[in-house]
């Protein structure tokens, strides 16, 4: 897989921010979306957030709608996920991930469909 350039998480308390950053590939990769993925100890990644570089559409998981908008840098090559209202719920490993195509629609949010990643990141939230 190829890599992302991520940075971001960290640790806070319940009620406050966090932001993550990730760049999208350069050319000639072909990335039409970016997505945030989440992992906790002994569960699969769960797709949270997705978001297509045209900036039409955005998808949210019930989890985090309403409080992890993104942002996306004005040459669109970052995209943001700023991290608001944090539960200790919300305590994993965060990664971020690109595709293209028909891979970009929500119902397609899954690790299998998407060939570029961050690293992971962890952020902690505690009480």
């Known amino acids: 897989q190829a890599q992302l350039v991520s940075s971001g998480g960290g640790s806070v308390q319940a009620g406050g921010s966090l932001s993550l950053s990730c760049e999208r590939p350069?050319?000639?990769?072909?990335?039409?979306?970016m997505a945030w993925f989440r992992r906790t100890p002994g569960k699969e990644r769960e797709g949270i957030a997705l978001?297509?570089?045209?900036?039409?559409?955005?998808w949210f998981a019930e989890s985090v709608k309403g409080r992890f908008p993104i942002s996306q840098d004005g040459v669109g090559n970052t995209v943001n996920l700023h991290m608001t209202s944090l539960r200790p719920e919300d305590t994993a490993t965060y990664y971020c991930?690109?595709?293209?195509?028909?891979?970009?629609?929500?119902?397609?949010?899954?690790?299998?469909?998407?060939?570029?990643w961050g690293r992971g990141t962890q952020v902690t939230v505690s009480l």
């Open positions: 978001h297509d570089f045209s900036g039409k559409v955005s």
């Open positions: 350069p050319l000639p990769a072909r990335t039409d979306c």
């Open positions: 991930a690109a595709t293209w195509g028909t891979n970009c629609a929500s119902y397609n949010l899954r690790p299998s469909n998407y060939g570029f």
